[in-house]
Antibody, heavy 116, light 108 residues
Framework: QVQLVQSGAEVKKPGASVKVSCKASGYTFTSYDINWVRQATGQGLEWMGWMNPNSGNTGYAQKFQGRVTMTRNTSISTAYMELSSLRSEDTAVYYC?????????WGQGTLVTVSS | SYVLTQPPSVSVAPGKTARITCGGNNIGSKSVHWYQQKPGQAPVLVIYYDSDRPSGIPERFSGSNSGNTATLTISRVEAGDEADYYCQVWDSSSAFVVFGGGTKLTVL
């Protein structure tokens, strides 16, 4: 069965960076895009960007351009999302989701807390 | 940038039909996807490509899309359908994903 398992919760200080992982299993990792979506407490879903695990090509939402980097390690079927220059407003649950256009499978979410 | 507009809340009695709308400029020309999200859980895809249902999603969930409005319809609403619902489109020209603001469905 398809599974996306994300890394554990993180607490970071303002200005730091965070790198969240998303390990895929149950399918060919390079066959489907990975999207990253975040959700602040009590807020809606916010799309951050996508990555093609086969080519490494990426597309980032304008809001995150220059601060986000999406990468992958195909040998271990894992996608990564790194967000830099963290501020308190980046406190949220970060999700990875498989698919281009829509997310049929989602990770369980990773809570990132930014606090001094 | 493309904007999707959803009503913040919809209320419906058990057994009745709930309709959640998603407005966007000429949204009928795009493929719309819908997610259900319950508290503390990841979103679940309930409708994709306007009206297709993933396996495991009850037939009570259906979707339509025309003109400037897409609609998620939930028939014979149950208490377990109470959740937040989000519409989403993929803008292929810009390769961007857009989410609506979400609608909280309350089952009375």
């Amino acid at each position: 069965q398809v599974q996306l398992v994300q890394s554990g919760a993180e607490v970071k200080k303002p200005g730091a960076s965070v790198k969240v992982s998303c390990k895929a299993s149950g399918y060919t990792f390079t066959s489907y895009d990975i999207n990253w979506v975040r959700q602040a407490t009590g807020q809606g879903l916010e799309w951050m960007g996508w990555m093609n695990p086969n080519s490494g090509n990426t597309g980032y939402a304008q809001k995150f351009q220059g601060r986000v980097t999406m990468t992958r390690n195909t040998s271990i079927s894992t996608a990564y999302m790194e967000l830099s220059s963290l501020r308190s407003e980046d406190t949220a649950v970060y999700y990875c989701a498989r698919g281009r256009g829509h997310g049929r499978y989602w990770g369980q979410g990773t809570l990132v807390t930014v606090s001094s | 940038s493309y904007v999707l507009t959803q009503p913040p809340s919809v209320s419906v009695a058990p057994g009745k039909t709930a309709r959640i709308t998603c407005g966007g400029n000429n949204i009928g020309s795009k493929s719309v996807h819908w997610y259900q999200q319950k508290p503390g859980q990841a979103p679940v895809l309930v409708i994709y490509y306007d009206s297709d249902r993933p396996s495991g999603i009850p037939e009570r969930f259906s979707g339509s899309n025309s003109g400037n409005t897409a609609t998620l319809t939930i028939s014979r609403v149950e208490a377990g359908d109470e959740a937040d619902y989000y519409c989403q489109v993929w803008d292929s020209s810009s390769a961007f994903v857009v989410f609506g603001g979400g609608t909280k469905l309350t089952v009375l």
